[in-house]
Structures are given as C-alpha cells and as structure tokens.
C-alpha cells in the first residue's frame, strides 16, 4: 500500500490496480451470505415452520392432503362458503371416518359441512366421508356464520380430519384459509 491513498485503499499486487477495503468488505459479506442460504437449504430452517398461505397447496394429514381450496363464496349477509379437496396422496386405500371445521381463532359458527366425491372444477355427487383410493378426492364445503353486523374478520379455518389407515385411526387438524377477511361484503374493506 503507497500512502498517496490514505489508508482506504488495499494494493491488488503489480500491474493489478487497487481495490478499496469497502469493495473487499462487501465482497466478504457477500460470500458470508450465500454461504449461509447454502446452508439452510441444504439443511432446513431451524425454529417454527413458517405460516400457511391462504391457499396452502399441499397440506399433509401423513394419508390425506388439503390441496386446493376452492373459490370462496358468500350470501354477502351472514354467511361464508369454505370448500377445498382433500386427496390420498399415499399408494394405499384410506377410509375419511370424519371432517369438521375447526376455528383456531374462534369467531365463526358451524351451519353445515357437506362432502361430495370430485373437485373445486368437478364435483361428483353428493357423498359422505369415506373410502379415498389412491389419488382420488374428496370435496369438503364447509357453509360458515359469521356474526351478524360484522365483517368476515382475518380468521383462520383449518379442518379437522380423522382418517383410518392400517387398522389406525389418525385425527389430524390441517390449514385450510388463513384469512376470511379477504371475502368481499358489502361496506367492508377487502
């Protein structure tokens, strides 16, 4: 290092010219940083898993899964219209003994819960919970209160599933929407 650049600069050698020490700080940092994503990716994120979104893709009960959430529906007066698919995602046949809503906040009553074998595009006929062969779906809609005089709030709706497999009976809570308060209703803000 000559002193004509007041200590800021580190010499790159004869014939290469001089970097200063921020380039080469950024440079660390930078390298420090895909270093640790590497790492994370290669060996999962420690701490809680993050949230579902409102849509969850594939949510896993071990033998059946929320897969698609359909379109939600409302009267636009005291009424919320939640159904999604459930699939089998496992190479064995499973029996759905049961699904009900299940509200981790609160703030919403239960007026009915259907099944229909098909999906959110093709709907079979009416159907209680039952057998899942591989790859096959259930329908689940489940027709939700909402407090009259008040707005669809941010509420999650998760599903409670009990699933008989391997002579076992599995009961299993998965997410289904993570916020109601996107549903549009009349005077309230979406």
Same mark, same amino acid.
């Given at each position: 290092?000559? =002193? ?20 080469? #700080? ?29 849509? *969850? ?7 059946? #899964?929320? &897969? ?23 190479? &064995? ?6 699904? &009900? ?8 009553? %239960? ?18 919970? =039952? ?36 002579? &076992?009976?599995i009961t299993t809570v998965l997410p289904v929407v993570v916020d109601l308060g996107r549903v549009p209703y009349p005077?309230? *803000? %979406?």
């Amino acid at each position: 290092m000559d =002193g004509s650049h007041g200590g800021d600069v580190i010499s790159g050698g004869p014939g290469r010219p001089a970097r200063p020490w921020r380039f080469w #700080a950024v440079v660390a940092l930078v390298v420090a940083a895909v270093t640790g994503a590497a790492l994370v990716q290669r060996h999962g994120r420690p701490g809680p898993a993050p949230a579902p979104s409102t849509t *969850p893709g594939v949510q896993t009960a071990g033998q059946v #899964a929320v &897969e698609d959430v359909c379109t939600l529906g409302t009267d636009r007066r005291s009424t919320v219209t939640v159904a999604f698919t459930l699939v089998n995602h496992t190479l &064995e046949t499973v029996g759905v003994t049961g699904v &009900e809503p299940s509200f981790p906040l609160g703030g919403l009553r %239960t007026l009915s819960v259907t099944t229909a074998a098909g999906t959110c595009v093709h709907a079979g006929g009416a159907s209680s919970a =039952g057998t899942l062969a591989p790859g096959d779906s259930l329908l689940v809609t489940f027709l939700l209160g909402v407090p009259a005089g008040t707005c669809p709030q941010p509420l999650p709706v998760a599903v409670r599933v009990r699933v008989l497999a391997h002579g &076992e009976l599995i009961t299993t809570v998965l997410p289904v929407v993570v916020d109601l308060g996107r549903v549009p209703y009349p005077g309230c *803000p %979406t």
